[in-house]
């Protein structure tokens, strides 16, 4: 059987390409694309285990089987009720943020509280001057867990109002905000718990990734090897 593999940020650029085929036995699985992967790439080896699987818009794992014509993505690690139609915003966007339309877009007559939370690209880190940042993202996955998280938080605290998730992608500058949430709720707790879970909750699960460009170099950071 045939399956494409597609390489994102660190691991693209250690393989110098974006995707590779495969052909695989019937009945393959992940872990058999991994090892397929390596003996084509094999500068790839090192980073298996740190390493995520990713089909049809979600993560599996390493035993999953797979399937004639599937897309396995390669990813380096990451850094009560439905909602109702329209009223969360959730994206991925090269645009700057803007925090005034993101608290526009929760306002609601029932919420006493809104909270939100913005993360600024700063001009250094470990000591090391921060020239830019970039971000990449696996744009079809990054949003359904995004809406993931919404949901998430929508059954852990039921009584907010609305909610915004909004990353942006490509080259960021010292000073721009890359990831935007808000929650709106009748009550301050919840609206600070839920802003706090969400994004913790981004960091550890959507498939977003972050390149620091320093005046003597360039990581991609999360990795948790090189």
């Known amino acids: 059987m045939k399956v494409q593999v597609r390489l994102f940020a660190r691991y693209r650029e250690e393989a110098g390409r974006d995707s590779l085929d495969l052909e695989l036995p019937d009945g393959g699985t992940v872990e058999r694309a991994w090892e397929a992967v390596t003996r084509q790439l094999p500068a790839l080896g090192p980073y298996r285990p740190f390493t995520l699987f990713a089909l049809h818009n979600d993560y599996v794992d390493a035993d999953h089987p797979l399937g004639d014509g599937d897309e396995l993505c390669l990813f380096p690690p990451v850094s009560g009720g439905a909602p109702e139609p329209g009223l969360d915003w959730i994206e991925v966007t090269p645009e700057p943020l803007s925090e005034r339309a993101v608290a526009q877009a929760v306002e609601h007559p029932g919420a006493g509280a809104l909270a939100l939370f913005s993360g600024v690209v700063r001009d250094q880190t470990g000591g090391r001057h921060v020239k830019f940042l970039e971000y990449e993202a696996h744009g079809p996955m990054a949003l359904a867990k995004m809406r993931e998280i919404a949901l998430a938080m929508r059954q852990r605290w039921p ?24 929650v709106s709720s009748p009550h301050r707790a919840e609206a600070f718990e839920a802003c706090r879970f969400a994004i913790d909750t981004l960091k550890e699960t959507v498939p977003i990734w972050k390149k620091e460009h320093f005046e003597d170099g360039e990581v991609w950071v999360g990795l948790q090897s090189g």
């Open 159 to 182: 009584i907010i109002s609305r909610i915004a998730v909004v990353h942006r992608v490509g080259r960021l500058e010292i000073g721009e905000s890359s990831v935007m949430i808000a």
